[in-house]
């Protein structure tokens, strides 16, 4: 069974800077669409970045120019760094992986923005 793990969300003042990871398992990573999802409480689901196999990536309106997202295939990993980071980035980010029919999800990270 396929296994996506986030890790890197916490606690962190407006303006500042989070790099979240996704460690991807028993997947051919390469093959892979990668992408970042948020829900803030009381919300629904929404993407905020997008990494295609050819490294082709998208993003939110929200969120471009403040968030960057790439991959390492040595590592198996998907990350998304976050900078000038607002209140209204407040939610938990969700690492996702599709390849045709097959779709994973990961556990999520909570990231808060507070001062």
């Known amino acids: 069974q396929a296994q996506l793990v986030e890790s890197g969300g916490g606690l962190v003042q407006p303006g500042g800077s989070l790099r979240l990871s996704c460690k991807a398992s028993r997947i051919t990573f390469t093959l892979y669409t990668l992408a970042w999802y948020r829900q803030a409480p009381g919300k629904q689901r929404e993407l905020v970045a997008t990494?295609?196999?050819?490294?082709?990536?998208n993003y939110a309106d929200s969120v471009q120019g403040r968030f960057t997202i790439s991959t390492d295939n040595d590592k198996n990993t998907v990350y998304l760094q976050m900078s000038s980071l607002k209140p209204e980035d407040t939610a938990v980010y969700y690492c996702?992986?599709?390849?045709?029919?097959?779709?994973?999800w990961g556990q999520g990270t909570q990231v808060t923005v507070s001062s």
């Open positions: 990494i295609t196999p050819s490294r082709i990536s």
């Open positions: 996702n992986a599709v390849f045709n029919v097959l779709t994973y």
